[in-house]
């Protein structure tokens, strides 16, 4: 059976203020009236049983995830809440060996909480496509066709021959941290460079077979976990490091499916423009506005009347308790700015 790992323990920092440590964007109405979260498990649920759906988040989301899982009918035995957060790889390695208990022959897909897909059905067929592909033994990974030369996203560049199981996908040749403007303006030249989307599709004895490979003494603490105490007994022993760095970039069984389905990672403000309705100059307001002459501007406010005059490329963000001002080529940095708040220990409004 085919089984799904919903990554929602993340921050949302670059979505502050908006976004707080415990109020994340996971759990916020951004795209329509439901959370991110609830709009990620409703796009796959045509494919996966609500049952065969695992979510992985931290233990203070406990309360909030069980409110909006109840109502979605997914079983409160599937949530593995994190003592600490670790990033990508310790939760995806514990709940493939879980889940590789429960069923030997299953398939997993790994999906991050906070992406927009504009194409479903398109999206459907991509994923049912990855997993015939993943179950010949291969590490899927849906690749993005880059639309421009975005700074804020990881890229993967591909091999030019496709896999030996079908002419649908290719044979990776590298991961590519996010890069600067020069490199990412010649890799959208370039048709063998896609976004990296962190979603992956493989068969947990593959994936864990690698993690034995290329992490051992990890893989073994992973083998000792038998119930919840051996879990948060362990999980200090795992290093907090992405799926990406610890397996991906490493293994020679990634192969890349090329995905033109509308995917738009809500990262940060910036995206909401690819997604939110615009004036006739670019602008995107919501909440109470008055504006004049503005262009390209974004403003997002919950309660307080806001206006604007003459801005161009500017974002504005206002919520009850810290107000963001940037451009909007800034966009990426507003997770700098939180960890300046930390640093003076503004603890209210992280």
Known sequence: MTYAIILAGGTGTRFWPLSRELEPKQFLNVCSTKSMLEETIDRITPLIKKENIYIATSRIYEQKIKK???????????????????NTFAPIAVLSKNISNLDADSCLVVLPSDHF???????????????????????????????????????IKIKSHVTRHTSHAYEID?????????????????????????????????????IKKFMPRIYNTVMQIKNKKDFNRLWHKFPSISIDYAIMEKTNKMALLPADCGWIDLGSWEAIGEIAKKDKNGNIFRGKFIDIGSKNT?????????????LNNIIIVDTEDALLVCRRDRSQDVKKTVG???????????
């Open 117 to 155: 897909i504009k194409h479903q059905n398109r999206f459907l067929k991509l994923l049912s496509k990855g997993i015939e592909i993943a179950r010949c033994g291969y590490i899927v990974s849906l690749g993005i066709p880059p639309s421009r030369p975005e700074t804020g996203y990881g890229y």
């Open 340 to 350: 300046l708040l930390k640093q003076k220990n503004y603890k209210d409004e992280i």
């Open 68 to 86: 909006c899982l109840k109502k979605l009918n997914i079983p409160s035995g599937n949530i593995l809440l994190e003592p600490q957060s670790k």
């Open 174 to 210: 590298r991961f590519i941290e996010k890069p600067n403007l020069t490199r990412a303006k010649k890799f959208i030249q370039d048709k063998r460079y896609y976004w990296n989307s962190g979603i992956f599709i493989f068969r947990p004895d593959v994936i864990l077979e690698e």
């Open 298 to 310: 974004l403003v997002w406010s919950d309660k307080r009347l806001i206006t604007t005059l003459g």
